[in-house]
């Protein structure tokens, strides 16, 4: 196995006075008038404060939501959402007297010219939003041209995109306008809170009443999918103001979720399969995501609060009793609670890099999740999601915004000890074998090379960060598949690559933005590595070749410096055809029969501490918040940690701020080496099903932390 990684590295290591391919140039950058955000990228220094990936979407005309053989001048975005970190003490009220928005009834040209800011009511009522939070919001091309990055900077810190909707997409007209849920009574006692995709709300294991009427234990249930036009239900009260139509979804209720299972059971049974249907015709394009036999929701749903533990359903469960366990309702806190769901959009479910979609998401699951609740509520939310890049360091926006969010929960509407207002758990992450992660220092005027693999047949974009100190600085150089080199990046520079076939795929194939704390962040900046997909059926669509990209990374200062470079999780969600294919680095000292980083030298790898490619530091881009409870898995047979798993981090590494994270809690997510994840409920009743990975612990910890909650 090594002498393959031996032989990958020989193959491309450039050799003495060997000649390369031809050096290419990087395409000469929009002007101002041809980007979404009115930015001269040629510029030194000209995207600093703007979101990388904003860059790279600007760069590349938005080309992942054009449609299949639409030109790029045919595709222009007519407002992007925005995820917003405020400066501490300013309010979101604060920032749109800032702004001024124009009435959206207005004319849409007159509009279009105006700088426009929409910012959903759910921010904007008195304590509404944590001080100095984030807040999503929807903003103009004419926002970024008119408004001044230097007068935007005494109201905002930073200013990151979201994964804009179709522009193209037509909505049909509302026959009715479906008014939001209001005058709801407030959740108390314990809620078990969990945002995810797939919520089987008729299961049996999750209903109240066993027979007809039934009766479910969904008291919440807000679907994020694009509201259809037939639709009863409208969006939460605190996000009716819309963009456009049916932005925010279905809000129901459990009785709106009662009387829809009761006009679909005949004879005292109930029909799940027309009342899931029944459902999905309430969105755009019946979204339907409980047609197959199993949905990563529902299954994380039953471990945090269906009838019975995850070990009772185990072939292999140590000390197991004689005879089968009960499984009724009652046997712990967490099986008979409330419960409250939020279900994520498709756009989310199917980006598994997260491209800040789900953080938008997340901050509006948790606002909503926060208002379902009496001010004594005691609230875990599990949050089974997440992705690969990101800092690390507990600084991510999302990170910062649930620790905010829980310290300002748990201390103005402080209970008694040891009683809690908001607990939020996440899982550790799947990617500790995924070889997407580098780490090393590199001292004054060093260099490393790092060999990054894209898969062919990728039908997504591609993405590498490379993380810095404050103060530290690089130059990368890049070299694609084919041996051609490009000229070499420094900081404050924005580059992209058109096509390689340019009259047959305009627009960007590799973007670079090596800019000063723009992204997710805090305790240093990033380099961004944009990359078109290898891939597809679009000939309209620029491709990138496939193979080995070395990325060289140079320290142009004379201290040390420690570099972290993290590839973006491509990988798909269950349930869905997205065609993405992860990609990796790879190293010749890395050991792929290792369970884990340490020092003892090996036969497979005798020099393990040479390796760039690490494991340790491998976690969810979520995971490493100060506040938020992290789980781990672990097989139930011999208590070893799940070979997907992060661990306790190897303390003698190189090591950025912030970045080593223990993992304080790990759960069964394997029965054994031969039976693998573990079983809970299907879509349908009765039906089971197996799902492996750190998502399936995180709810086991969240029902522990709400069975020790105070009656």
Same mark, same amino acid.
């Given at each position: 196995?090594?002498?393959?990684?031996?032989?990958?590295?020989?193959?491309?290591?450039?050799?003495?006075?060997?000649?390369?391919?031809?050096?290419?140039?990087?395409?000469?950058?929009?002007?101002?008038?041809?980007?979404?955000?009115?930015?001269?990228?040629?510029?030194?220094?000209?995207?600093?404060?703007?979101?990388?990936?904003?860059?790279?979407?600007?760069?590349?005309?938005?080309?992942?939501?054009?449609?299949?053989?639409?030109?790029?001048?045919?595709?222009?975005?007519?407002?992007?959402?925005?995820?917003?970190?405020?400066?501490?003490?300013?309010?979101?009220?604060?920032?749109?007297?800032?702004?001024?928005?124009?009435?959206?009834?207005?004319?849409?040209?007159?509009?279009?010219?105006?700088?426009?800011?929409?910012?959903?009511?759910?921010?904007?009522?008195?304590?509404?939003?944590?001080?100095?939070?984030?807040?999503?919001?929807?903003?103009?091309?004419?926002?970024?041209?008119?408004?001044?990055?230097?007068?935007?900077?005494?109201?905002?810190?930073?200013?990151?995109?979201?994964?804009?909707?179709?522009?193209?997409?037509?909505?049909?007209?509302?026959?009715?306008?479906?008014?939001?849920?209001?005058? =709801?009574?407030?959740?108390?006692?314990?809620?078990?809170?969990?945002?995810?995709?797939?919520?089987?709300?008729?299961?049996?294991?999750?209903?109240?009443?066993?027979?007809?009427?039934?009766?479910? =234990?969904?008291?919440?249930?807000?679907?994020?999918?694009?509201?259809?036009?037939?639709?009863?239900?409208?969006?939460?009260?605190?996000?009716?103001?819309?963009?456009?139509?049916?932005?925010?979804?279905?809000?129901?209720?459990?009785?709106?979720?009662?009387?829809?299972?009761?006009?679909?059971?005949?004879?005292?049974?109930?029909?799940?399969?027309?009342?899931?249907?029944?459902?999905?015709?309430?969105?755009?394009?019946?979204?339907?995501?409980?047609?197959?036999?199993?949905?990563?929701?529902?299954?994380?749903?039953?471990?945090?609060?269906?009838?019975?533990?995850?070990?009772?359903?185990?072939?292999?469960?140590?000390?197991?009793?004689?005879?089968?366990?009960?499984?009724?309702?009652?046997?712990?806190?967490?099986?008979?609670?409330?419960?409250?769901?939020?279900?994520?959009?498709?756009?989310?479910?199917?980006?598994?890099?997260?491209?800040?979609?789900?953080?938008?998401?997340?901050?509006?699951?948790?606002?909503?999740?926060?208002?379902?609740?009496?001010?004594?509520?005691?609230?875990?939310?599990?949050?089974?999601?997440?992705?690969?890049?990101?800092?690390?360091?507990?600084?991510?926006?999302?990170?910062?915004?649930?620790?905010?969010?829980?310290?300002?929960?748990?201390?103005?509407?402080?209970?008694?000890?040891?009683?809690?207002?908001?607990?939020?758990?996440?899982?550790?992450?799947?990617?500790?074998?995924?070889?997407?992660?580098?780490?090393?220092?590199?001292?004054?005027?060093?260099?490393?090379?790092?060999?990054?693999?894209?898969?062919?047949?990728?039908?997504?974009?591609?993405?590498?960060?490379?993380?810095?100190?404050?103060?530290?600085?690089?130059?990368?150089?890049?070299?694609?598949?084919?041996?051609?080199?490009?000229?070499?990046?420094?900081?404050?520079?924005?580059?992209?690559?058109?096509?390689?076939?340019?009259?047959?795929?305009?627009?960007?194939?590799?973007?670079?933005?090596?800019?000063?704390?723009?992204?997710?962040?805090?305790?240093?900046?990033?380099?961004?590595?944009?990359?078109?997909?290898?891939?597809?059926?679009?000939?309209?669509?620029?491709?990138?070749?496939?193979?080995?990209?070395?990325?060289?990374?140079?320290?142009?200062?004379?201290?040390?410096?420690?570099?972290?470079?993290?590839?973006?999780?491509?990988?798909?969600?269950?349930?869905?055809?997205?065609?993405?294919?992860?990609?990796?680095?790879?190293?010749?000292?890395?050991?792929?029969?290792?369970?884990?980083?340490?020092?003892?030298?090996?036969?497979?790898?005798?020099?393990?501490?040479?390796?760039?490619?690490?494991?340790?530091?491998?976690?969810?881009?979520?995971?490493?918040?100060?506040?938020?409870?992290?789980?781990?898995?672990?097989?139930?047979?011999?208590?070893?940690?799940?070979?997907?798993?992060?661990?306790?981090?190897?303390?003698?590494?190189?090591?950025?701020?912030?970045?080593?994270?223990?993992?304080?809690?790990?759960?069964?997510?394997?029965?054994?080496?031969?039976?693998?994840?573990?079983?809970?409920?299907?879509?349908?009743?009765?039906?089971?099903?197996?799902?492996?990975?750190?998502?399936?612990?995180?709810?086991?910890?969240?029902?522990?932390?709400?069975?020790?909650?105070?009656?």
């Amino acid at each position: 196995m090594m002498a393959i990684d031996k032989a990958t590295a020989a193959e491309n290591a450039q050799k003495p006075g060997e000649q390369r391919a031809s050096v290419l140039e990087w395409s000469p950058a929009p002007s101002a008038k041809a980007t979404f955000a009115g930015v001269d990228y040629s510029v030194n220094a000209a995207a600093d404060g703007l979101d990388p990936y904003l860059v790279w979407a600007d760069l590349s005309g938005f080309a992942h939501l054009r449609k299949p053989g639409q030109r790029l001048e045919e595709y222009r975005p007519t407002s992007i959402p925005l995820l917003i970190e405020l400066q501490n003490k300013v309010s979101a009220q604060d920032l749109l007297a800032f702004i001024n928005p124009v009435d959206l009834k207005q004319d849409n040209a007159y509009a279009a010219k105006t700088p426009q800011l929409t910012i959903s009511g759910a921010y904007l009522q008195e304590g509404a939003a944590v001080p100095g939070g984030v807040v999503p919001a929807n903003a103009n091309s004419a926002f970024f041209q008119q408004i001044s990055r230097q007068s935007l900077a005494k109201y905002v810190r930073r200013i990151e995109i979201d994964l804009p909707q179709d522009a193209t997409l037509k909505l049909p007209k509302l026959e009715k306008s479906p008014q939001p849920a209001q005058n =709801r009574p407030l959740l108390k006692g314990k809620v078990m809170a969990l945002i995810d995709d797939g919520c089987a709300f008729a299961h049996p294991h999750f209903l109240r009443n066993a027979a007809a009427p039934f009766e479910t =234990r969904i008291a919440r249930l807000w679907d994020m999918n694009v509201r259809g036009a037939a639709s009863p239900v409208g969006p939460p009260s605190l996000f009716a103001v819309e963009t456009y139509p049916g932005e925010h979804g279905c809000d129901y209720a459990d009785t709106d979720l009662n009387a829809l299972m009761a006009q679909h059971t005949h004879a005292g049974r109930l029909d799940e399969d027309g009342v899931y249907a029944a459902l999905a015709a309430h969105t755009w394009g019946n979204v339907n995501r409980l047609q197959l036999r199993a949905a990563h929701g529902t299954h994380v749903m039953d471990l945090a609060c269906g009838p019975y533990f995850v070990q009772d359903t185990m072939c292999t469960r140590h000390a197991a009793e004689p005879a089968n366990p009960t499984w009724e309702q009652g046997q712990d806190a967490a099986s008979d609670v409330q419960i409250i769901f939020v279900q994520l959009p498709m756009r989310t479910v199917q980006d598994t890099s997260g491209r800040n979609t789900m953080t938008r998401d997340v901050t509006n699951a948790l606002t909503y999740i926060m208002a379902q609740c009496a001010v004594d509520a005691q609230i875990v939310v599990n949050l089974s999601w997440g992705a690969l890049a990101g800092p690390h360091d507990g600084s991510h926006v999302l990170e910062r915004y649930i620790d905010t969010l829980i310290r300002f929960e748990n201390t103005y509407h402080r209970l008694p000890a040891p009683g809690k207002r908001l607990q939020v758990v996440v899982p550790a992450g799947n990617g500790y074998q995924s070889r997407t992660h580098a780490n090393f220092s590199l001292t004054g005027f060093a260099s490393q090379t790092l060999y990054w693999r894209t898969e062919p047949d990728d039908a997504t974009e591609s993405y590498v960060e490379i993380w810095l100190r404050k103060g530290d600085e690089v130059a990368v150089d890049i070299v694609d598949p084919n041996g051609n080199s490009l000229p070499t990046v420094r900081k404050g520079d924005v580059r992209h690559l058109l096509g390689y076939n340019t009259p047959l795929a305009p627009g960007s194939v590799l973007g670079v933005c090596y800019n000063d704390a723009a992204l997710s962040g805090q305790n240093g900046h990033c380099v961004l590595l944009a990359l078109a997909p290898t891939a597809s059926l679009d000939r309209t669509r620029a491709t990138a070749p496939h193979g080995l990209w070395r990325i060289t990374v140079t320290n142009v200062k004379a201290k040390t410096t420690v570099v972290d470079a993290y590839i973006e999780r491509d990988d798909v969600a269950l349930g869905t055809r997205r065609g993405a294919r992860q990609s990796y680095f790879e190293d010749v000292h890395y050991d792929r029969m290792a369970t884990n980083d340490n020092e003892q030298a090996d036969i497979n790898c005798p020099t393990p501490q040479a390796a760039y490619v690490r494991r340790e530091g491998v976690f969810n881009n979520i995971s490493t918040g100060k506040r938020t409870h992290k789980a781990g898995g672990v097989r139930e047979t011999d208590m070893e940690i799940a070979e997907y798993s992060p661990r306790h981090n190897y303390t003698s590494r190189p090591k950025r701020p912030g970045t080593k994270t223990p993992v304080p809690y790990y759960a069964t997510t394997e029965e054994s080496r031969s039976l693998r994840g573990v079983r809970a409920a299907g879509t349908r009743a009765a039906s089971t099903a197996r799902l492996s990975g750190t998502s399936m612990a995180a709810p086991q910890i969240a029902r522990d932390l709400l069975n020790a909650l105070l009656p």
